[in-house]
Each structure stands twice: as structure tokens, then as C-alpha cells.
């Protein structure tokens, strides 16, 4: 899987009927997806893999590039419930997470729970709030939980965070911190679409598509949660090969002897690799991962994992370009 190309091979690849089934389920919610947002199939891609795999996503892209309405089109193309906020400035951790209230009319506290209790979170906006109201999320995104006044309360599963974001160098905006970076997933990057989908989204906005009205786009639930947890038990369960272990070793230990890196990737950013590879090798009808569907996702696993140190990014280095040279350096396993 790439940004901009992402398309599985054929979901009848794999000869066992029900896998095939939830393979047409997810290729169901793509198209479902597309009524709403055209041109961008490789962030479609990211979130499916994201939910077999257990993670969270980070978009970034320049305003206008359909980021919210890609998520809010995901959403409804399940069977799963979802809720929005938007971050803001002035937004408290409490407005995420909920709080603590006093019942007058029971005369003792209890717990409110905020909008994180749901299936799929929309961060829209997640670096126009400072730090603080940023790492509210940390806990929820790494423990599947909320702790409030001692008390610990689980969220439902699955559970799934699906951040907007503003290139940095916007006005308005805040860096989201390391750890919290970290958590996410994936990170994918939505560019302006070629020309031809960019006409499509025209032609449909002529023709009476209104963004803000699903509905009527006709977009309909196909896959619940017991499905999905079909799925990401199926895509667990492809079988990786030493070699195959031990090139994502050589390309995790190449990132961190990089001299333009300041800090590479973790161990945790390994692992999030091999989960990513196993689901993108499910989805396109792959029994083991190959050297291929390794490749495929270094970019979005890992371009939010490192740190460039100062003089090469003044240079016009970029994590992408480092990843790229690294990925033709490190020797493929036959």
C-alpha cells in the first residue's frame, strides 16, 4: 500500500469461503466510501488496515482535500458507532475523555463519559489544540480505557482514532507530541487529486452532491463489529517468514544509522509494521507476507516515527526520502 495507490488484488484470491466473504466486505466498504471522496483510495486503504490491525490513523493534508469527509463516509459505510469533535484552543482534556459530575438530584458524583466512548473517534483538527487537551487521548489510544476519579472504564471495542491534521507550518496549529505521534498507526498524507478526480468531485458537486448529507449519497453500512473482528483475527494470522522478520529488523536498525536521523525507529515501530504487512497481505489474497507488502507500508508506519536532526531537515531532507533510500539500500530477501 502507497499514499496514492492502494488497491488489493482480487478479494477471491484466497480459497476458503469465509474469508472470501469478508474480503467482498471490505472491498463493499471501498466503494461505499468512494459515492463521497474520490482520488484518495490509498487513505481508504490506511483506515481498513488500521482497523484489522488494532490501530490509529493521522491524516494530514492541506484543508480542502476531503480528510473529514473521507472519515465521516468510513463511518457510515459501518456498522459501528462513531462520534466527532473538534478540536479547538480553548478545548479541555474533560471534553474528550469526560468528567466527573455532581448528581444533585442523587446527591453523589458520577462519571459522564465524553465522546471517546465509541467505536470510531474523529479527532478533526487534532494539532489546533495545545499539548495538554492533545495527550488527554494518550490513555485511550494505548490502554482501550479512561480513568477518572480512580476508576477505570474500558471502551468499547473495536475503538479507533481517526485524527485530522493541518501541515504544521500553518497558522493556528500545534506539534503533537512524540508520544503521542507514536500511538498513531499509520500516518497518511492526502495530496490534491490528479486532474480527473479532481474534475469527478466537480461534476459531482454540480449535479447536487452535498458533503454534509450522506444520506442522500447513498452510502449504507456494510461490515459490523464481529465481522471486523473476523477480519483482523484472519489478517493476524498470516504467516511471516524469518527472512521476512529479519528485513524489517535490517530496515528498523538502517533508520537509526542514518546520518540524517536523529532519533529512528522503535521496536514498537517494528511490530507495527509486521501488523500492518500481515493486513495489507490479507487484503490483497496473500497467505505470508512478502518483501513487497513490507515495503508497501514502511512509509505510512514509519514516516511519523523519526526525527530528522536539524541540519538535514534544513537541508530539505524529508522522513519519506530517507525511508525511500533506506528501502533500496537494505538488501531484499529472496
Known amino acids: 500500500m ?33 459515492k463521497a471522496v474520490v482520488g484518495q483510495d490509498g487513505a481508504v486503504t490506511g483506515l481498513i488496515i488500521a482497523l484489522l490491525a488494532g490501530g490509529h490513523v493521522l491524516l494530514e493534508g492541506v484543508p480542502g482535500v476531503a480528510k473529514t469527509l473521507l472519515i465521516r463516509a468510513l463511518s457510515r459505510s459501518l456498522d459501528l458507532q462513531s462520534r466527532r469533535v473538534q478540536f479547538t484552543p ?5 471534553d474528550i475523555t469526560g468528567s466527573v459530575v455532581y448528581d444533585a ?22 494539532n489546533r489544540t495545545p499539548p495538554k487537551t492533545q495527550s488527554a487521548l494518550l490513555e485511550a489510544m494505548e490502554e482501550r480505557q479512561v480513568t477518572a476519579d480512580g476508576a477505570t472504564m474500558p471502551l468499547p471495542v473495536p475503538f479507533l482514532v481517526a485524527a485530522t491534521q493541518n501541515p504544521i507550518e500553518y497558522e493556528g496549529t500545534y506539534t503533537l507530541p512524540e508520544a503521542q ?28 452532491f452535498d458533503p454534509r448529507d450522506l444520506k442522500a449519497a447513498g452510502i449504507h453500512p456494510v461490515l459490523g463489529a464481529q465481522q471486523l473482528h473476523e477480519a483482523s483475527v484472519a ?17 528498523a536498525r538502517a533508520t537509526r544509522q542514518s546520518p540524517s536521523v536523529r532519533l529512528g525507529v522503535s521496536p514498537r515501530g517494528t511490530t507495527a509494521l509486521l501488523a500492518c504487512a500481515k493486513a495489507w497481505a490479507w487484503l490483497s489474497g496473500y497467505d505470508a507476507v512478502t518483501p513487497d507488502h513490507v515495503q508497501a507500508m514502511v512509509l505510512p508506519v514509519w514516516r511519523h516515527r523519526i526525527q530528522l536532526r536539524p541540519e538535514a531537515e534544513l ?17 531484499v530477501p529472496i
Do not use: C
Request: hydrophobic content about 45%; aromatic content about 4%; charged content about 25%.
Open 2 to 34: 502507497t499514499d496514492d495507490t492502494a488497491n488489493p488484488s482480487s478479494p477471491d484470491a484466497s480459497p476458503n469461503g469465509p474469508t472470501v466473504d469478508l474480503r467482498r466486505l471490505l472491498a463493499q466498504v471501498r466503494t461505499e466510501v468512494g
Open 90 to 94: 480553548d478545548l479541555m482534556p474533560g
Open 105 to 126: 438530584s442523587r446527591g453523589a458524583f458520577e462519571f459522564r463519559e465524553g465522546p471517546v466512548f465509541t467505536n470510531i473517534l474523529l479527532a478533526d483538527e487534532i
Open 181 to 208: 505521534l507514536d500511538r498513531f498507526l499509520l500516518k497518511v498524507t492526502l495530496d490534491i487529486p490528479e486532474r480527473d478526480a479532481e474534475f469527478e468531485v466537480l461534476r459531482r458537486h454540480a449535479t447536487g
Open 235 to 251: 489478517a493476524a494470522g498470516v504467516a511471516v517468514g524469518a527472512d521476512v522478520l529479519a528485513y524489517m529488523v535490517d530496515l
Open 315 to 331: 537541508e530539505g531532507v524529508t522522513t519519506d526520502s530517507i525511508l525511500r533510500a533506506i528501502m533500496q539500500q537494505v538488501q
